[in-house]
């Protein structure tokens, strides 16, 4: 991974969602009305979740989870109900700030540590889980890659995960995020071959040990997400 195309990436990021795209995320992960379109993407976000929560533990008590690109903080509160002690980290403040000011009543005090920052601090310590829920997305395979290494790392258990993965719609659209002004568009969403990820895990010498194994498709009208599972093998 090339630190400074990664630090701009995610200055990138940083801005889009404290700014740009806050309202309407803020209204994405509520339970808002909302547009047909926007609806499919919903949906297919709550679906993917609970895949993703499906793969992990019901009894975390006593283990550490890093919600890696927590967002508004749905995925966070559910791992705390099962006993984790959550690192629920996320580039914008002011998502964090709605997770917060969401924090749900059943959750109990102290389980979720809110943090603003990068998801790939190793300031965050040993955990037991990674999840990275849409948060590898805009990035390209090899820094993909690379991230899996830095969480994998500190991880005991297993990196849990998704991308956007090579369809036609998907791999239009990039080309399509491709051709118009940088300043009119949202940040790019790379597709991504599962062949070609799991032949890269496997060659690079920082997983050694580790290997992609589950791995579950969402498909929700215009939501399109794989979800992964990076494993002790």
């Given at each position: 991974?090339?630190?400074?195309?990664?630090?701009?990436?995610?200055?990138?990021?940083?801005?889009?969602?404290?700014?740009?795209?806050?309202?309407?995320?803020?209204?994405?992960?509520?339970?808002?009305?909302?547009?047909?379109?926007?609806?499919?993407?919903?949906?297919?976000?709550?679906?993917?979740?609970?895949?993703?929560?499906?793969?992990?533990?019901?009894?975390?008590?006593?283990?550490?989870?890093?919600?890696?690109?927590?967002?508004?903080?749905?995925?966070?509160?559910?791992?705390?109900?099962?006993?984790?002690?959550?690192?629920?980290?996320?580039?914008?403040?002011?998502?964090?700030?709605?997770?917060?000011?969401?924090?749900?009543?059943?959750?109990?005090?102290?389980?979720?540590?809110?943090?603003?920052?990068?998801?790939?601090?190793?300031?965050?310590?040993?955990?037991?889980?990674?999840?990275?829920?849409?948060?590898?997305?805009?990035?390209?395979?090899?820094?993909?890659?690379?991230?899996?290494?830095?969480?994998?790392?500190?991880?005991?258990?297993?990196?849990?995960f998704t991308v956007a993965p090579r369809t036609p719609m998907l791999g239009a659209m990039?080309?399509?995020?491709?051709?118009?002004?940088?300043?009119?568009?949202?940040?790019?969403?790379?597709?991504?071959?599962?062949?070609?990820?799991?032949?890269?895990?496997?060659?690079?010498?920082?997983?050694?040990?580790?290997?992609?194994?589950?791995?579950?498709?969402?498909?929700?009208?215009?939501?399109?997400?794989?979800?992964?599972?990076?494993?002790?093998?």
């Open positions: 991974m090339s630190a400074a195309s990664y630090a701009e990436r995610r200055r990138f990021l940083e801005s889009y969602f404290d700014r740009t795209a806050l309202d309407a995320w803020a209204q994405m992960t509520s339970d808002a009305p909302l547009s047909k379109i926007r609806a499919t993407v919903r949906a297919g976000r709550e679906k993917m979740r609970s895949q993703l929560l499906e793969w992990l533990p019901q009894d975390m008590s006593g283990m550490r989870l890093l919600d890696a690109g927590c967002g508004t903080g749905a995925l966070s509160f559910e791992a705390a109900r099962r006993g984790a002690e959550v690192i629920a980290v996320d580039l914008s403040a002011s998502l964090i700030n709605i997770a917060c000011e969401r924090l749900p009543l059943d959750v109990p005090d102290g389980m979720i540590d809110f943090r603003v920052g990068d998801m790939l601090d190793p300031g965050f310590g040993h955990i037991d889980y990674a999840v990275a829920m849409d948060s590898l997305i805009h990035y390209e395979l090899a820094d993909i890659v690379a991230a899996l290494s830095s969480l994998a790392a500190r991880t005991s258990e297993a990196v849990v990039h080309l399509a995020g491709r051709i118009f002004p940088r300043s009119d568009r949202a940040p790019a969403i790379v597709p991504v071959d599962e062949d070609a990820l799991r032949s890269l895990v496997a060659a690079e010498p920082r997983l050694s040990g580790w290997g992609v194994g589950r791995s579950a498709r969402v498909m929700t009208g215009f939501y399109k997400s794989q979800a992964m599972e990076l494993a002790k093998s």
